[in-house]
């Protein structure tokens, strides 16, 4: 064979490998492509699907079926005509809510001229059960940095958040809410409250802790001291119960005569007139809070258009000398307060203040500056 045949040869050998190299690379990338084009027809199906009623109040099935601490009984429409809840719960150590009606719109064609609007939240019938002696410890809490100032990345509309026949109880604080009824829209630092109504809310604290039980809680811990007293051995260890035993009572002497000045201080406040000195307030109010070397800004202008509030009662748990449960205590009956208020940078200008109770009223404008 000729040196021309060979090479002839050589190139015919070399043309057919060519292919055969070229087509991996063509497989791989092909399968990359399907691969992300499958990815994204996926990823549309889904939105799609939650666009929808069915999707919506589909994945809202799951919800309820996968987590066993929740449990919601009917659900109709969507999010974007209207979400509604019915009998829905959530249980958990120390925490029991009961849900009557609750409902959600939100409008999503806000998106588009870069805002975000929840047409409407209204929940009703609904019952919240806190016992902090159940829930799980917290955890340390991490150092972060202060706020300083609030910057909205996009504008917020909330046009109805509504609230009826709200109750929460926390240990033995009970709390009952009739109504409750504002709007709110922001953009940037700027937050404005639109009129807002509160009607109805009762506050019934705890007991207080009487002193008869606080004696008997002292005797307990001084007859398990002198018991520890008593069975220790050890003359270190009996040294030390003696110098905690004198420690204990010259704490008793100064708690006995810290209570003595209190029921004198409280003795003579009752005997002052119940009368609020408004004109005092309000020259106190006139100056400013802070002083001029202090630097302070708000971080958030806050416009306060209107806020209505009638009949709030705030009265404490009280008991007989048998122990039993007696008719609250009345503390503070609030008939009426409307307030208009505006804060910006370091100025806060409260407009109007209606203020109308069972300790007094006024009616007053003035001006506060925090400089």
Known sequence: MTDENKQTATNQ?????EPQATQPKKSKWRFLKHGFCLTFILLLLAILFLCTGYGQRKVLSWVDKFVEPLQLGQVQ???QDGLQLSDARFVMDGVNVTVGQADLHIGFSCLLHYEMCLNNLSLKDTEVLIDTTKLPPSQPKEETEPFTELNLPLGISAQNINLENIKVKVDDMDIHLNHFHTALSGKGRAITVHPTQLEGLNLLLALKL??????????????????????????????????????EKTSEKVVEGFHQLQR???????????????????????????????RFSLPLDLNIEQIDIANVAIAQK????????????????????????QAKDQHINLKSLDFKSDKGSNRKRFFIVTR
Do not use: C, H, R, Y
């Not at 039980?213 to 260890?237: G, H, I, M, R």
């Not at 009752?270 to 809070?289: F, M, S, T």
């Not at 000398?321 to 307060?337: D, F, M, T």
């Open 13 to 17: 050998t070399d043309s057919a490998q």
């Open 77 to 79: 429409g969507s999010l």
């Open 210 to 247: 009487d002193e008869t039980d606080t004696e008997q809680a002292v005797d307990f811990a001084q007859k398990n001291a002198k018991t520890e007293a008593l069975s220790a051995t050890n003359p270190q260890e009996i040294a030390d119960k003696v110098i905690q035993e004198a420690v």
């Open 264 to 294: 004198k201080t409280v003795a003579q406040a009752e005997q002052v007139d119940n009368k609020v000195d408004w004109a005092a307030i309000k020259a106190q109010l006139a100056q400013p809070l802070l002083d001029k070397n202090i």
């Open 318 to 341: 009280a008991k007989d000398e048998k122990g039993n449960l007696i008719e609250p205590i009345s503390l503070l009956n609030v008939a009426s307060l409307q307030l208009q208020a």
